[in-house]
């Protein structure tokens, strides 16, 4: 069972910008944490799950969806066992509870967070 943990969320005005941290590890067999890929999802109240960004294992591939291209940056930082979200010029649209997501390639599992809160206002 790989653990998932997500922090960094708050509360910004418009324009403003956030870093999300995830953190991965397991205890009951090895884990290297290079050879899965890891995402970042998004839930805003009412509506479903969306893929926001995702990194592959080396962090050589990346994918953002159209609405926060050019304004978020996916990274991954292998020897911390962190991926990161960079958001900048973040927008009220953008407020959600934010989830990382941890899988093998090719794999069966998926391995969530909880989850972060996001509010962007003014």
């Known amino acids: 069972q790989v653990q998932v943990v997500e922090s960094g969320g708050g509360s910004v005005q418009p324009g403003g910008s956030l870093r999300l941290s995830c953190s991965a590890s397991?205890?009951?067999?090895?884990?290297?944490?290079?050879?899965?890929?890891m995402s970042w999802y998004r839930q805003s109240s009412g509506k479903e799950r969306e893929l926001v960004a995702k990194?592959?294992?080396?962090?050589?591939?990346?994918h953002y969806s159209d609405s926060v291209k050019g304004r978020f940056t996916i990274s991954r930082d292998n020897r911390q066992n962190r991926v990161f979200l960079q958001m900048n010029s973040l927008k009220p649209e953008d407020t959600a509870v934010y989830y990382c997501?941890?899988?093998?390639?090719?794999?069966?599992?998926?391995?969530w967070g909880q989850g972060t809160q996001v509010t962007v206002s003014s």
């Open positions: 997501k941890a899988e093998r390639p090719y794999g069966s599992e998926q391995y």
């Open positions: 397991r205890r009951d067999s090895r884990f290297t944490f290079s050879l899965y890929n």
């Open positions: 990194i592959s294992g080396a962090g050589n591939l990346k």
